[in-house]
């Protein structure tokens, strides 16, 4: 792309991918295993989603390396090759692009290090560092347009997460938190107690260039919606959404999503009204949902 995202996303709202982790699982990628080693063991398979996502209309793909880091890559042996596995990520994403015949750009995802800090966890604050740093350098040196932190729900890791990309270089540096809807309904924070406006401002002071907000429970369309007005109401920086396709279902102990794109794509002019700049679609969501998005968002633009 010849334009900077944070240039293009000033000049018309952007569509996104949909879920990865559901799409490995139907690729046959086991409960447990490393999704992420696949960019190296089955590149073709990865390409495969993300080129169906790109086909489906996606500006933005984000590489398959949330659990990229070293920490999370340590749990599966493959700790030693990082970069590599940021690297290849970064690469798979261009391919599907160029295989789509469609100009878009590749967000380097970062997503929680999958554990807590000291005092009320055993990873010291140092080694979070390190290990956000690791992976956000590979990502922004394999050529990735952006950097997303993503699924947070505490504002010191969501903090680690925007320095490593900071020093890492990257063009564009996107902050996305998981909200969960409170048991009485009348609200949303995340599981940390961290609410919208409090994110927002913590973001803004902290140097990211996009607020966004992804996954969560019980962050429907509706839901994202008004995570984005109340962005708004505090930010003068673009918003970003990718709410889950519905809540999470137990079937045959597998865990399903089931709002199918009929019924998400209802929520997409919606969140482009309240002002979301990039919309795409979190756990559960496919190619099908992400081509609904863009039938309607070219739509609304006027595109079509
Ligand atoms: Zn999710």
């Known amino acids: ?75 599966h042996g493959v700790a030693d090759r990082v970069t590599e596995i940021n690297a290849a990520a970064v690469r798979i994403a261009r391919q599907a692009f160029e295989a789509a015949g469609r100009d878009g750009y590749v967000i380097g995802d970062v997503g929680p290090f999958g554990g807590l800090m000291e005092p009320h966890g055993d ?33 010191e890791e969501l903090g680690i997460g925007i320095d490593a990309a900071t020093e890492a270089g990257a063009a564009c540096i996107i902050g996305s938190m998981a909200y969960d809807v409170t048991l009485d309904g009348s609200t949303f924070r995340t599981m940390m107690g961290i609410d919208p406006e409090r994110a927002a401002e913590f973001m803004a002071e902290h140097g990211a260039h996009v607020v966004a907000l992804n996954c969560g429970t019980g962050m429907d369309m509706q839901r994202a919606s008004e995570a984005v007005r109340r962005y708004r109401e505090v930010t003068g920086l673009p918003v970003m959404a990718q709410p889950n396709a519905g809540q999470p279902k137990l079937v045959n102990m597998k865990i399903c999503y089931d709002e199918t794109p009929q019924q998400m ?14 919309v795409g679609g979190c756990c559960g969501s496919t190619p099908d949902h992400i081509r609904a998005f863009r039938r309607a968002m070219d739509e609304y633009l006027g595109l079509n």
């Open 123 to 155: 990873f010291t604050e140092d080694q979070v560092r390190e290990a956000f740093a690791e992976q956000a350098k590979a990502l922004v040196d394999a050529g990735a347009d952006a950097i997303i932190i993503e699924t947070q729900t505490s504002l």
């Open 1 to 75: 792309m010849t334009k900077p995202l944070l240039d293009a996303i000033k000049e018309r709202p952007l569509l996104g991918d949909g879920a990865m982790g559901t799409q490995l699982m139907l690729a046959g990628l086991e409960q447990g295993n490393c999704g992420e080693e696949w960019n190296l063991t089955h590149p073709e398979r990865v390409l495969a989603i993300q080129r169906r996502y790109a086909e489906a209309g996606s500006d933005c793909l984000l590489t398959n390396t949330f659990g990229g880091s070293p920490i999370m890559l340590n749990r």
């Open 265 to 278: 794509v209802k929520g997409v002019v919606p969140l482009l009204e309240a002002g979301a700049n990039i």
